[in-house]
């Protein structure tokens, strides 16, 4: 699976931004999508992901309520709705793929082979 992650950008505190992932490659449907975030120095750190349907999804404590992912099968998309956007969230955001035959939602990157290139994300205060 080749991911295309694009959206990122700058943004004032509050404000709101939308990631976006495409995907080609070996059928979207059968991967479980997820994005995490980095800042340098540290680990890829879990933010979301759903699963292959779309029916399910998992989020990081510090995202909840604010962002919301979602996917596209026919399109081979997965995006990443960013709301109240804090200072805190500024890294670079990376889509991941996990082709799996089960309804299981990985949270630690160590479980995706598949990484797009990452997208920044710049939040001002």
């Known amino acids: 699976v080749q991911l295309q992650a694009s959206g990122g950008g700058l943004v004032q505190a509050g404000g709101s931004l939308r990631l976006s992932c495409a995907a080609s490659?070996?059928?979207?449907?059968?991967?479980?999508m997820a994005w995490f975030r980095q800042t340098p120095g540290n680990t890829r750190e879990f933010v979301a992901a759903?699963?292959?349907?779309?029916?399910?999804?998992s989020y990081a404590d510090f995202v909840k309520g604010r962002f919301t992912i979602a996917r596209d099968n026919d399109k081979n998309t997965v995006s990443l709705q960013m709301n109240s956007l804090k200072p805190e969230d500024s890294a670079v955001y990376y889509c991941?793929?996990?082709?799996?035959?089960?309804?299981?939602?990985?949270?630690?990157?160590?479980?995706?082979?598949?990484w797009g290139q990452g997208t920044l994300v710049t939040v001002s205060s």
């Open positions: 991941a793929a996990r082709s799996t035959s089960v309804t299981v939602i990985h949270r630690t990157h160590t479980s995706y082979p598949y």
């Open positions: 490659g070996r059928s979207f449907n059968n991967n479980v």
């Open positions: 759903i699963s292959k349907g779309g029916a399910a999804a």
